[in-house]
């Protein structure tokens, strides 16, 4: 059974003042179809920004596409970058609409895609829904099956669960960012590599969580990681790396296929503190499908092991702090 087009949603009421600011985004250059685009756009923007305020999320204009006046113009995507969460695509529609299409520049990499219908004369929006599942081939919204805004606040603090399955086209930004690590975990890392694993995602590390004395380029986070075998399983071994209050890092560790496979149920990670004691031992059928260690801590001159253990054959990587 289908589900039926939400009526109604969270009403935004559009001012004067918040359609003056829309205009001032449309240029004469540009044709009639783009710049009536161009303004539903901003009113769609403004609707969900003014929405997640009021649920006391934090917006980062600076991070987002739309936000840059000359990018904004080329490209039809409305994007708003939720702090610590990641980017949410802002999807105006009409009264009457059943669908919405999404725009090509924004089909890769939005935690989910908010439908804002715009009422006649642009009086009010209503910020019906949204849709957090995979878009379809041709990139179409079903209005009928998107899931109502009062969801959303729970769907985005669930992606804030872990760090490391949610990184979110991050590692594809990093530079040389090595540097940021202690000197022997340089020399322990010297055979890893910067992730360039996209299908990870960040989104939780926030800048206002470290502290002043380490908020450089060079000391965010990081990901590494390694290619290991263990019997015959080729494993892509990641770790992130964040520096914390009084020069501890924070690490979390995760293990991923190779190839587009699933990891066997008992396949093992373990964490061994240097006293050789295990403070954690994770499998695949105690974490449903994920084999990812809970968030830790290591001081400088810190030693721990990673094991990876499947069947008889084990795989030990060893690293100081």
């Known amino acids: 059974m289908t589900s039926a087009i939400p ?15 829309a205009q001032s985004h449309i240029h004469p250059k540009f044709d009639a179809d783009h710049n009536q685009q161009e303004f539903r756009k901003r009113l769609a923007l403004y609707a969900v920004d003014f929405y997640l305020r009021c649920m006391a999320f934090k917006i980062k204009p600076e991070a987002s596409d739309s936000n840059d006046s000359i990018l904004s113009q080329f490209l039809e995507s409305a994007d708003l970058m939720v702090q610590g969460y990641g980017k949410l695509e802002c999807c105006p529609v009409l009264t009457g609409d059943t669908s919405v299409q999404v725009p090509i520049d924004a089909q890769g990499d939005r935690l989910a895609y908010v439908v804002v219908r715009l009422e006649e004369h642009y009086q009010q929006a209503q910020i019906l829904g949204f849709n ?19 969801e959303l606040p729970q769907f985005l603090y669930d992606c804030k669960t872990t760090v490391l399955p949610k990184i979110w086209c991050w590692a594809q930004e990093q530079r040389q960012q090595l540097a940021a690590l202690s000197e022997p ?16 995602a960040y989104m939780r590390f926030e800048s206002d969580d470290v502290p002043e004395p380490l908020k450089s380029h060079s000391e965010a986070p990081v990901f590494v990681s390694k290619i290991v075998q263990v019997q015959d399983l080729d494993l892509e071994l990641v770790m992130y790396l964040a520096s914390k209050q009084e020069g501890k890092f924070q690490i979390e560790i995760m293990v991923e296929p190779v190839v587009e496979q699933e990891l066997p149920d008992t396949l093992q990670l373990a964490v061994i503190d240097e006293d050789g004691q295990t403070f954690q031992q994770l499998s695949l059928s105690s974490h449903e499908g994920d084999l990812v260690t809970r968030p830790f801590l290591a001081a400088p001159c ?10 008889s054959a084990k795989h030990t990587e060893n690293f100081v702090i």
């Open 7 to 21: 009526s109604f949603g969270f009403p935004v009421p559009l001012t004067s003042k918040v359609w003056a600011k």
């Open 302 to 311: 810190e030693h721990f092991s990673v094991d990876l253990i499947y069947g």
């Open 185 to 200: 975990l340089r020399n322990t890392c010297s055979d890893w590599q910067l992730s360039q694993n996209l299908n990870l």
């Open 132 to 150: 957090s599942q995979p878009l379809s081939s041709n990139g179409e919204i079903d209005l009928h099956q998107i899931q109502p805004i009062d």
